[in-house]
Nanobody, 123 residues
Framework: QVQLVESGGGSVQAGGSLRLSCAAS?????????MTWFRQAPGKEREGVAR???????YYSDSVKGRFNISRDNAKNTVYLLMNSLEPEDTAMYYC????????????????WGQGTQVTVST
């Protein structure tokens, strides 16, 4: 089992940057999990935006490709999401998630969720 705690959210102007962190703790090291960042805007479904496998392979949704970067530091049991060139459309609650399968974006692949951190991008 693993507990996930996100941090780093906040308010930023369009074009700015934020770095989100996801600290993992628990009986199982986060290094064994595929880690994914999801986001959910009001009135919209939760969508995956970036994930990183145990072998450090990375995947991005088309909406963030080229602007976001996911990384992991297994020594610190932490996953990061560096978000550049932020747009108002990136405004959402961002969630960190851990799962065993890294083959897609479905929430069905997630075993553990964090509580979320809010990102607000203004014009």
């Amino acid at each position: 089992q693993v507990q996930l705690v996100e941090s780093g959210g906040g308010s930023v102007q369009a074009g700015g940057s934020l770095r989100l962190s996801c600290a993992a703790s628990g009986a199982t090291s986060s290094s064994r999990y595929c880690m994914t960042w999801f986001r959910q805007a009001p009135g919209k479904e939760r969508e995956g935006v970036a994930r990183i496998s145990t072998a450090y392979s990375t995947y991005y949704s088309d909406s963030v490709k080229g602007r976001f970067n996911i990384s992991r530091d297994n020594a610190k049991n932490t996953v990061y999401l560096l978000m550049n060139s932020l747009e108002p459309e990136d405004t959402a609650m961002y969630y960190c998630a851990a799962g065993w399968y890294c083959g897609g974006w479905s929430v069905q692949y997630v075993s553990y969720w964090g509580q979320g951190t809010q990102v607000t991008v203004s014009t």
